[in-house]
């Protein structure tokens, strides 16, 4: 529904523009056709009216079938496709010297209209029309009315060619509008439509995610209470089973609160001038013992490189990339950390040798809650929103996160980020 408004409206507000710009093109034409028009009337017009002797001889020489065979050389320099006819009191033609046919010209009525001095008319007669100029002449003959036209039969036919090129080639316009602006709101409501089906699978795996640690809790909280006069030394079993579940929540939760303000813009990076490579140093060292515990060998070869971040997100990056590497590798496996500038940005790669990352997965390993396998996931702890995370932190310091992997060869996760000048 929503696409055929869309492509509707295109249409609409297409129609209305080609019938404006038709319009207003049909205006100016007609009006500049038009002045084209009056302006060789009265040139000619006022070339008789200001020679009264060539007019007087030709008056005096008309033949008596009222001029029919008049001069046909351009008297008095007349355009040729310019006429004029004059008339006597009781109009009767006694000057025609472009030999129009003036039998169906309404010339007795275009007299009257003259009557007042001069007057314009637009006549049709014989299937053709014509705008003639009238006014009276007074000369040593008599009274006269003169006649001056023009055959608009070209400026009507110019007129309907305009007129049919703009209806037809609007109707076509409208048509191809409509069409294409179907295709066009299809693809602007593809990342409506892709932004609602995230919001929908965001919303079901946030529910999933604190379906279980909330089905743990309340079993937990059953054995207690069925048992209330047992100490917390008897139930310490389903105790840690709470304690650990809540944790895993409240985790999950701001998590959750940290990548909707982050949508929102409600967090703010506060940069300063910072030195990447150290940072990830201590965070590397601080993270030794969690390593140690879990078998693996992790080590860190940092340099200088100087950026303009904030320290805490930063941090919070260089954390959730190592601790992601602990997690996938198994005991035995090495985790290695590395921070160099490179050129104009400062590198930041933390290798493991885990089971790596299969191709059709790479692209979707920073989406939220997405997990290459779900039971493992799960088993390490995870929300499944660290990379998420990790990956707004990096496009809010206008940098880069990838993922380089074979699988079965461990996983390489490379931060770029703008070295400071």
Not at 354 to 379: L, M
Request: hydrophobic share 45%; glycine share 10%.
């Amino acid at each position: 529904r929503a696409r055929l408004t869309l492509a509707g409206f295109y249409a609409a507000v297409m129609a209305v523009t080609i019938l404006a710009i038709g319009a207003v093109a049909y205006v100016v034409i007609s009006h500049s056709l038009d002045d084209e028009i009056n302006s060789a009337i009265t040139a000619t017009a006022t070339g008789v009216l200001h020679d009264p002797g060539r007019f007087g001889s030709l008056l005096a020489s008309a033949p008596p079938d009222h001029g029919r065979d008049g001069d046909e050389s351009g008297t008095l320099g007349i355009s040729s496709d310019v006429f004029f006819i004059s008339t006597d009191q009781g109009g009767a033609v006694i000057a025609n010297p472009r030999r129009i046919d003036v039998q169906h010209l309404p010339l007795a009525q275009l007299a009257r209209n003259a009557a007042g001095g001069k007057a314009w008319s637009d006549v049709s007669a014989g299937g053709h029309r014509y705008r003639i100029y009238s006014t009276v002449v007074t000369s040593p003959q008599g009274l006269f009315y003169l006649h001056v036209g023009r055959s608009l039969d070209a400026r009507d036919s110019q007129l309907r060619t305009l007129a049919m090129v703009f209806g037809f080639g609007g109707l076509a316009a409208v048509v191809f509008s409509a069409v294409g602006g179907l295709w066009l709101a299809g693809r602007a409501l593809v990342p409506i439509r892709t932004a609602l089906e995230t919001q929908r699978r965001f919303v079901s795996d946030a529910s999933h995610e604190l379906r279980t640690p909330i089905a743990v809790v309340r079993a937990n909280n059953e054995l207690l209470l069925r048992h209330p006069e047992s100490t917390i030394e008897a139930n310490f079993d389903q105790v840690e089973a709470i304690a650990g579940e809540t944790e895993h929540m409240t985790r999950l939760v701001e998590d959750l609160l940290t990548l909707a303000r982050a949508d929102e813009g409600r967090i703010a990076i506060a940069p300063e001038r910072l030195d990447f490579g150290a940072l990830v140093e201590e965070v590397t060292r601080d993270m030794g013992a969690l390593a140690e515990v879990k078998g693996l060998d992790l080590a860190s070869d940092c340099g200088a490189g100087e950026v303009n971040g904030d320290p805490q997100r930063l941090r919070q990056l260089a954390v959730i990339l190592i601790d992601n590497a602990l997690k996938y590798t198994p005991a035995g496996g090495r985790v290695r950390v590395s921070c160099r500038r490179s050129g104009r940005r400062v590198e930041l790669r933390v290798t493991d040798t885990g089971p790596g990352i299969a191709p059709e997965h790479q692209k979707r390993i920073f989406d939220r809650f997405y997990r290459v396998d779900v039971s493992r996931a799960r088993s390490a702890g995870g929300s499944g929103l660290g990379l998420a995370i990790a990956h707004w932190i990096v496009e809010a310091h206008h940098g880069r996160l990838l993922v380089e992997s074979v699988p079965g060869k461990g996983a390489t996760f490379v931060v770029r980020l703008p070295a400071r000048e």
